[in-house]
């Protein structure tokens, strides 16, 4: 399997907090490239070295690094997004800076080749029983009785490809009704909630901390026919911005999904509550083996009951009401 190295630019005090994050999007086996402690290193063990490499210490020399390395296939792919929308969420918290400027390098491949390198790895997929998410750039094969999303990836996560999307689209063919409203937290790409539209939601809300997000979720509405008055993307913090709860507040939603991170989840039980009508069904994945517990307890704690939970490879999705 080939591998991309993805570089994250961050700070000595951003070590903690950045590899934290991709360490809840399921990426382990971390490499650090911090100038503090390599200085530090050399200094406490300077009696043992005759002669350190000039190259190694200009490499070493600037930022701090933290680097991963994700498949190079539209799983793969599915995660660096997901990275960048983390990594966008972070700096937006990161009022001081502490964390330095957070830029993402993926070793070769530039972002003005992001849509090309896409087709080389995502194609028409069949997810669940009754929808097929095919990539803008693919003719169809012929006549389907699927309901079809049509999509542009671009730098956002949501595709299909992910398990944690998929999870999430199968909940959503079975509690999605006709005429319910919908609410997507963390929207990515837009996929769950375009998703809803098609399958008969009169009316469906999408919320992303990532700006860029906005752009891509409105570029796929439009792709699927979907009208800009059933569907309304926002930015910002769900948690924490006032006018963004206000937006979301006036109305109440039947169907709530949130296709994050386990702590993201579990500080979002209790505002997602606020929002739901009686009896309405909390879709939530993005949860790393290991952790579908503690989310469990978490949303029993302010007022859910579990309905349903289903694991694909070292995922989880919790279906709740």
């Known amino acids: 399997m080939d591998w991309f190295k993805v570089t994250i630019y961050t700070s000595t005090e951003g070590i903690e907090p950045v590899s934290g994050r991709l360490m809840q999007l399921g990426i382990t086996g971390l490499e650090i490239e911090d100038e503090n402690e390599f200085n530090e290193f050399l200094d406490e063990t300077k009696e043992f070295w005759d002669y350190v490499d000039d190259e190694l210490v200009e490499r070493m020399h600037g930022e701090t690094r933290v680097i991963a ?20 969420e ?22 003005e080749d992001w849509a090309n390198a896409w087709k080389k790895y995502f194609h028409t997929m069949e997810i669940g029983q009754r929808l097929l998410v095919r990539p803008y750039w693919e003719d169809p094969e012929g006549e389907t009785d ?11 996560f949501g595709t299909g490809s992910h398990e944690t999307t998929r999870l999430c689209l ?8 006709p005429g319910c409203r919908m ?90 509550r606020e929002y739901m009508k009686e009896g309405g069904v909390f ?28 694991r694909r490879k070292d995922w989880w999705s919790i279906v709740c009401r």
């Open 170 to 177: 199968e909940a959503l063919e079975k509690y999605v009704t």
């Open 283 to 310: 879709i939530t994945s993005g949860i790393i083996d290991g952790r579908q517990d503690e989310v469990c307890a978490a949303l029993e704690e302010n007022g859910f009951t579990v309905e349903s939970m289903d």
């Open 146 to 156: 699927r309901i079809v999303f049509k999509v542009n990836p671009g730098m956002s």
């Open 69 to 88: 390395y994700v498949s190079e296939d539209a799983s793969g792919r599915e995660l660096l997004s997901a990275i960048r929308g983390s990594m966008a």
């Open 90 to 111: 972070l700096a937006g918290m990161d009022e001081e800076k502490r964390f330095g400027r957070l830029y993402i390098e993926a070793e070769g491949t530039k972002t």
């Open 183 to 272: 609410l997507d937290l963390g929207c990515g790409s837009g996929i769950l909630s375009v998703v809803s539209l098609l399958l008969g939601a009169e009316e469906a809300v999408a919320v992303d901390i990532d700006p860029n997000c906005v752009d891509t979720a409105y570029e796929n509405s439009d792709m699927n026919g979907v009208p800009r008055e059933k569907y309304h993307v926002i930015a910002g913090n769900v948690v924490t911005d006032q006018e963004v709860r206000d937006f979301i507040s006036r109305n109440k939603y039947e169907v709530v999904a949130a296709n994050i991170v386990a702590d993201v989840i579990i500080g979002l039980a209790p505002k997602a």
